[in-house]
Each structure stands twice: as structure tokens, then as C-alpha cells.
């Protein structure tokens, strides 16, 4: 992660008031020339926890009645410019997206509902859902996945749908690219399971007030700290990461999951009832250079004409397509499967 990108993702949280120094006699000073500008500060080193509990055995969040929050959900609230919407329920939310996450420097801290931010449970962070709520959070590359208590604001980052904590990445197996193309389906004490096959639409709402929220992205695979280890109070002990941690590091053996959903990705640009309509944003589409262009007919299951642009194989294509598409006028695109 460059230092770009945490200042852009730690904009929202604000910034401590500028001390002015004011100096005696500055006026009379003879002139001098500029000091040459100083280089950018390299981006610090990720780190991982050391003393980290086995996730496998930090068990999923069980879905329970809970009163809304008294913080984190204000009707609407701005970050960098952007307008998010507390959505009225979370009941039958899927969406499908990139997930990222979030750990060790933002360990302790305080959450959107006041709680501290634990990246040892199993539990998250959205845009617009109420808080707090339940989402089952399932990896769209391998078929894992987790159960989470979303109780935080974030990721404030284009193309990103929700910020898991450090346990739920690693049970996810997102820990080494940092990213994820995962389907977020919320789940109530009376519907704790929703196996939906297909994204819905979500609205152009999203969320309430803010806590803390990051996407680290590292090249190495979660460590599992020795059996009957438990986390160490308040901030939690890291270690960077290296060569030679990034050579002896393993993921920890986990249990069998269900097959990776079948099908390929790719961005859906948008569904129209009027095969016309479909047709000028193909052709608009491809006169602008964009390659791989597809419609979909409508069928039993989907009455609308879809037009896709695609496979999409990574999350940095999945980025690059999607900024090129705001460009040439089609902003809700969204990720898409079969």
C-alpha cells in the first residue's frame, strides 16, 4: 500500500489542528533559496499479528436480535465529498463485490458503535447497512465462508464493498492479496441463511456515521500462532513482514469447503428492458475501444438484457474496467457471475 492511498483512506478520520511556529526577526532575515523539495516518505511496513489466535477456532457471529445502534447511524453523512445513506433495513441485502481488510494499526480502536475495533473476532465493516448487523461473507474464488457482526463504517475506497477483520481474511484466504471477490449476504435470527444465487442491486445509499477503517494488502499468508495461544490485551503485538517471514509463513490448515461457485467474473454494465437501449451502450462501448463486450438474452430467471464486459481474472482489471466505465458514463456497473 503506497502512503497515497493511507492518506486517502484516513482523510475521513480527520486530521490534528496545524501548529504555526512564528519566528522572531523573520523579516529581516537575508533571502534564501528553497530547500529542495524533501522525497515522499516510503509507505510503512505491513505487519501481521504475532501472537495471533488459530482462526479456525474463533467461531462464526451468530446472528441475534439487536437494537440499532445509538452511534453510527445517522440518516446520511459526507466522506471526502461523497454523500452515504443509512439504509432503512438490512433485511435481504446481497450484494457481490471486492472485499478488503483491515488489522493491526487499527487494533483497539474505537468502531463506528463506539465498540473497539477487535481484529481477532469475526467482524466487519460497511458502507450502509445499519449497525450493527449479520452478513455471511463468502469468498467467490474458493466457496468460503464466514459469519460477521458488522458493527463499523468503511472501506472508504472505490470498488469495495466491506472491510473484513483480520480472522474473518484469513478464514476467507484473502490475507495474502488483501483483496477479494466476495457475495455479502446479511442474515437475521428468523433467516440465517440465505444461499441467493445472484446479487441484488443495492441502493445508491450508503452508510452512516465513522470509525475506523483500512485496506492493508501484503504478500504473505496468515500465521497461525501455536495451539492455546489467545491474543495479548489492548494493542496487539506484530511482527513485519520479510523475506524470511514471508518464507516460513503457512496458512494454517483449515477445514473442507464447499466448491468454489462455478462460472467466470465479470462487470455488468447494466440491464435494460429495451433491446435498444442495450444495443447503444454495446456499441457506445466498443467504439470507445472496450474489448470483450457481451449481451446476455433474457431468460426465465432474468427478464432484462444484460450487457457485460468481460471474464474480468483479477480485482486490479476488476478496478481499472470500472474506473474506465465512470469515465464513459456508465457508473453503476458491478460485478457479476455465471
Known amino acids: 500500500m503506497s502512503a ?9 478520520r480527520g486530521a490534528p489542528p ?20 524533501a522525497p515522499a516518505p516510503a509507505a510503512p511496513t505491513t505487519v501481521l499479528p504475532r501472537n495471533a489466535p488459530d482462526v479456525y477456532q474463533v467461531p462464526d457471529a451468530v446472528p441475534r436480535d439487536e437494537p440499532r445502534s445509538a452511534f453510527g447511524n445517522p440518516p446520511f453523512y459526507y466522506v471526502a465529498g461523497h454523500r452515504y445513506v443509512v439504509l432503512p433495513s438490512a433485511t435481504g441485502y446481497v450484494e457481490r463485490g471486492v472485499a478488503s481488510w483491515y488489522g493491526t494499526e487499527f487494533h483497539g480502536l474505537r468502531t463506528s458503535t463506539g465498540e473497539p475495533y477487535d481484529m481477532f473476532a ?12 449479520y452478513a455471511r461473507v463468502t469468498n467467490l474464488s ?24 483480520y480472522s474473518a481474511a484469513a478464514r476467507l484466504d484473502m490475507i495474502r492479496n488483501g483483496t477479494a471477490f466476495v457475495q455479502v449476504e446479511v442474515l437475521t435470527p428468523a433467516a440465517p441463511t440465505l ?7 443495492s441502493p445508491a445509499a450508503q452508510a452512516a456515521s465513522i470509525g475506523v477503517s483500512s485496506v492493508p494488502s501484503v504478500s504473505v499468508a496468515p ?14 503485538p506484530v511482527i513485519a513482514v520479510t523475506a524470511e517471514t514471508s518464507a516460513a509463513a503457512h496458512p494454517p490448515a483449515g477445514p473442507t469447503v464447499t466448491p468454489a461457485p462455478a462460472g467466470t467474473f465479470y462487470i455488468q454494465v447494466g440491464a435494460y428492458s429495451r433491446p435498444e437501449n442495450a444495443s447503444a451502450a454495446v456499441r457506445k ?11 446476455l438474452a433474457p431468460d426465465a430467471r432474468q427478464p432484462l438484457q444484460r450487457v457485460r464486459v468481460g471474464p474480468i481474472a483479477t480485482v486490479q482489471q476488476f478496478d481499472a474496467t470500472i ?16
Open 122 to 133: 469475526m467482524t466487519a465493516a460497511h458502507k450502509t447497512l445499519p449497525l450493527p448487523c
Open 142 to 165: 474458493n466457496g468460503r465462508s464466514v459469519v460477521v457482526r458488522i458493527n463499523d463504517r468503511g472501506p472508504f475506497v472505490s470498488n469495495r464493498i466491506i472491510d473484513v477483520s
Open 323 to 338: 474506473e474506465r466505465l465512470n469515465a464513459l458514463g456508465f457508473p453503476n456497473a458491478r460485478l457479476a457471475q455465471d
Open 223 to 236: 500465521m497461525s500462532a501455536p495451539p492455546g495461544s489467545t491474543p495479548s490485551a489492548g494493542a496487539a
Open 4 to 12: 497515497a492511498e493511507r492518506t486517502t483512506r484516513r482523510a475521513w
Open 18 to 37: 496545524v501548529m504555526l511556529l512564528l519566528l522572531a526577526g523573520c523579516a529581516h532575515a537575508p533571502p534564501r533559496p528553497s530547500p529542495a523539495p
Open 285 to 295: 462501448l466498443r467504439a470507445a475501444g472496450m474489448a470483450n463486450v457481451l449481451t
Open 195 to 201: 444461499n441467493a444465487s445472484m446479487p441484488v442491486s
